[in-house]
């Protein structure tokens, strides 16, 4: 079945760093979908791609729909505090029904660097 | 503008219990849904209600019943509530296409522990 994996599953960042994720799948996806997720909250959409090839930012974070359609890469520059939280890659289902019918990946966690 | 709202925020059950997630969306969203999000496992359909007087089984619905009892109201019923049931519940809506395909709205969550 369609499966989104995601890497790395956490990291510890500092105050200026850039951070890169990304996400993969042995399936094809038409849409990609990143969400953050801050503790105790409900996940909200960052940014949403729906075009092999397209790179879309939003702020400091920038998306990428890969070449293959097969993954899909997140980078978030100068990172400050408030970028902890966990990130999840999305994607929908293909047998439809519904377009918030998602699969989600395990999430990304970022952590301060103690 | 509380966008989706779900209660109870916290609840404890003994095995074989049961109980109802609600959840209210004030968005005029025509579809609604119930994801759960246990620790390390991202989140998982388990119903949704493309629109009002539809419902489908998503990826884990085993244990579940829903009721979408109008446009703006979707509830998740536990009939006989197991320790595998113990995760954080999600409701989210979202309308066809608006503002981003694919964009669902969240509530804040239901965390629910069965013993």
């Known amino acids: 079945g369609q499966q989104l994996n995601q890497s790395p599953q956490s990291m510890f960042i500092q105050e200026g760093e850039d951070v890169s994720m990304n996400c993969t799948s042995s399936s094809i996806f038409n849409t990609w979908l990143w969400y953050k997720q801050d503790p105790g909250e409900g996940p909200v959409l960052l940014i949403a791609?729906?075009?092999?090839?397209e790179l879309t930012s939003n702020g400091r974070l920038t998306a990428q729909f890969g070449i293959t359609r097969k993954d899909s890469f997140l980078n978030i520059s100068a990172s400050i505090p408030s970028d902890v939280g966990i990130y999840f890659c999305a994607g929908p289902r293909d047998y439809g029904g519904s377009q918030g019918n998602l699969i989600f990946g395990k999430g990304t966690k970022l952590s301060v660097k103690p | 503008n509380a966008g989706v709202t779900q209660t109870p925020k916290f609840q404890v059950l003994k095995t074989g219990q049961s109980m109802t997630l609600q959840c209210a969306q004030d968005?005029?969203?025509?579809?609604m849904y119930w994801y759960r999000q246990d620790p390390g496992m991202g989140l998982r359909l388990i119903y949704y209600?493309?629109?009002?007087?539809?419902?489908d089984k998503g990826e884990v619905p085993n244990g579940y019943n829903v009721s979408r009892l109008n446009k703006r109201e979707f509830s998740l019923r536990l009939e006989s509530a197991a320790p595998s049931q113990t995760s954080v519940y999600f409701c989210a809506s979202s309308e066809l296409g608006r503002p981003r395909t694919g964009e669902l709205f969240f509530g804040e969550g239901s965390r629910l522990t069965v013993l």
């Open positions: 209600s493309a629109s009002e007087g539809t419902t």
């Open positions: 791609l729906y075009k092999a090839g």
């Open positions: 968005m005029n969203h025509n579809s």
